[in-house]
């Protein structure tokens, strides 16, 4: 688990570093949100496949990776 969570730090301060504003602006599109949000709501009330809650594992590390790098591109915004 460290391991990757280094790999997505490196990748969040490249993206960050790299197109701040864009990273910034990104939000998933409506379709895919109404899929986040339909598994999580499967996976409470304990309906979710193991192929779905792959799945929305993948959508979460994506949040994160995403999340991180927000977090590092605004900094970049704020001193430029």
Do not use: H, W
Request: glycine share 2%; with cysteine.
């Amino acid at each position: 688990m460290t391991a990757s969570i280094s790999a997505q730090d490196q990748i969040a301060n490249f993206l960050a570093e790299a197109i701040p504003e864009k990273i910034l602006a990104f939000k998933f599109d409506a379709s895919i949100q109404k899929r986040i949000e339909e598994l999580v709501y499967r996976k409470k009330e304990g309906t979710v496949t193991p192929a779905e809650n792959e799945e929305l594992e993948c959508y979460l590390a994506y949040d994160l990776l995403i999340g991180l790098a927000k977090a590092r591109a605004s900094m970049y915004v704020e001193n430029s």
